[in-house]
Structures are given as structure tokens and as C-alpha cells.
């Protein structure tokens, strides 16, 4: 998918939105290591780091990279012709789960098909971290 990011960032927008939540997108000149702001209360701000990536893209482990940078919650977007699904980490989660290389793998291969790996599914839908 071309410009899977932006999609994945404007999904994640559009979902923190319906839920009430004041997000807007970060500004790229000082706000570099995130791309949503989310503002919960006049002293309260949470960075939040979109990776996206597709589901049947053809890799084996599906790598999520870059992701040692200065955010409070990861959320992925996994994209997929039977429906997109998101999976949203705290910073602490995020180096609990990454491998060596300072990555996150997403999915392997069953029987030839990819699957979301296991480790992953516990933080599907966890908005309320946010």
C-alpha cells in the first residue's frame, strides 16, 4: 500500500476522536519522534507513535523498526484485507516485546499464511491506555 503511515496515523486519529479523545496530528519540526498529541487534560500530554505496516506483505516476521524514540504509547496498524487491527503498547510494553535490532516482529508463518504472532494479541483494542 502506498502511503500505508499517513493511513495507519489518520485510522489511529479517527479512532482516538470517536472516542472523545483531543488528539491532533504532531508538528514534524519539534514534535519529530511522534505523530499524534494527545492532550487528556491541562497538564496531561501522551506522544503516541503510529507504525503500520500490512499483514500479507510477504515477510516472514513482519519487523516493526525505529522504534527507540521519545513516545508514551506505540499503537500498530496491522493492514488487512479481512479488516485492519490495532495494537496499543506503552513505552514499557514496547521494550518489554522487542527483539535484538530494537524491533517488534508482527507476524509469522503458518501453513504458508501469516498470522499475528501471539504475544501481540493481549494489546489489541487497549485504547483505554490512552
Do not use: C
Not at 506503552?90 to 535484538?100: F, I, M, N, Y
Amino acid at each position: 500500500m502506498l502511503n500505508s503511515g499517513k493511513y495507519g496515523e489518520f485510522l489511529v486519529m479517527t479512532e482516538l476522536l470517536k472516542r472523545d479523545i483531543e488528539a491532533y496530528q504532531a508538528v514534524k519540526i519539534n514534535q519529530e519522534d511522534y505523530d499524534i498529541t494527545v492532550v487528556r487534560s491541562t497538564s496531561e500530554v501522551i506522544r503516541v507513535q503510529v507504525k503500520t505496516t500490512e499483514l500479507q506483505n510477504g515477510s516472514t516476521n513482519n519487523a516493526i523498526s525505529n522504534i527507540d524514540k521519545n513516545y508514551d504509547i506505540l499503537v500498530i496498524v496491522i493492514v488487512d484485507p479481512s479488516g485492519d487491527r490495532h495494537f496499543v503498547l506503552t513505552k514499557d510494553e514496547v521494550l518489554r516485546e522487542k527483539a535484538a535490532g530494537n524491533q517488534i516482529y508482527i507476524s509469522q508463518k503458518t501453513a504458508g499464511t501469516p498470522q499475528i504472532r501471539q504475544n501481540l494479541i493481549q494489546y489489541e483494542g487497549q485504547w483505554s491506555k490512552i
